[in-house]
T-cell receptor
Framework: RKEVEQDPGPFNVPEGATVAFNCTYSNSASQSFFWYRQDCRKEPKLLMSVYSSGNEDGRFTAQLNRASQYISLLIRDSKLSDSATYLCVAYSSASKIIFGSGTRLSIRP | NAGVTQTPKFRILKIGQSMTLQCTQDMNHNYMYWYRQDPGMGLKLIYYSVGAGITDKGEVPNGYNVSRSTTEDFPLRLELAAPSQTSVYFC?????????????????FGEGSWLTVV
């Protein structure tokens, strides 16, 4: 079983739709969680950190469920520019930063 | 700040050749990392360093070597290149203080180095 698992997608949704991804992690010692965005042939960039109480950044909402060991990302009012691969990251220590394989999102006009 | 800068961006190597991927960061980050990303796959940690003079193996260290003589630089050396090392390589850095917090764990990536071994 992978330490961090994501549905690879692709998710193909119309502009303006709401879309949600889940990510599960197996290491209960994971301390911090993040969502990164990666555009085609580009480096990953931090989208947002994930706080235990849940957090929102504009159209993006991230939540953490430690009991069930998953994190989620919700994107509201999706834009064409949201098309990318979204990477879930679980951080335990410098040597245990586990990236998921990513969920591909494609927004159609 | 330039952030994390890695060179070269593209390189083609012949089997058995050696090369060094350069990485430098100007954010005074103590932690630095090298990842590889194969097509359609996640990032795998090759080596990491928690400070100058300290390096440690990650998940896939075989065939690579690193050094960390300064805080800023973290070069990755490929000895005897093999086709299995064809990949995109990302250097990254982060800051972790004594009292780490969530933002202190944010990892910043370089733009990547596309390496093909033929």
């Amino acid at each position: 079983r992978k330490e961090v698992e994501q549905d690879p997608g692709p998710f193909n949704v119309p502009e303006g739709a709401t879309v949600a991804f889940n990510c599960t992690y197996s290491n209960s010692a994971s301390q911090s969680f993040f969502w990164y965005r990666q555009d085609c042939r580009k480096e990953p960039k931090l989208l947002m950190s994930v706080y235990s109480s849940g957090n929102e950044d504009g159209r993006f909402t991230a939540q953490l469920n430690r009991a069930s060991q998953y994190i989620s990302l919700l994107i509201r009012d999706s834009k064409l520019s949201d098309s990318a691969t979204y990477l879930c990251v679980a951080y335990s220590s410098a040597s245990k930063i586990i990236f998921g394989s990513g969920t591909r999102l494609s927004i159609r006009p | 700040n330039a952030g994390v800068t890695q060179t070269p961006k593209f390189r083609i190597l012949k089997i058995g050749q050696s090369m060094t991927l350069q990485c430098t960061q100007d954010m005074n980050h103590n932690y630095m990392y090298w990842y590889r990303q194969d097509p359609g796959m996640g990032l795998k940690l090759i080596y990491y360093s928690v400070g100058a003079g300290i390096t440690d193996k990650g998940e896939v260290p075989n065939g690579y070597n690193v050094s960390r003589s300064t805080t800023e630089d973290f070069p990755l050396r490929l000895e005897l290149a093999a086709p299995s090392q064809t990949s995109v390589y990302f250097c990254a850095s982060s800051y972790k203080g004594q009292k780490s917090n969530l933002s202190g764990n944010t990892i910043y990536f370089g733009e990547g180095s596309w390496l093909t071994v033929v």
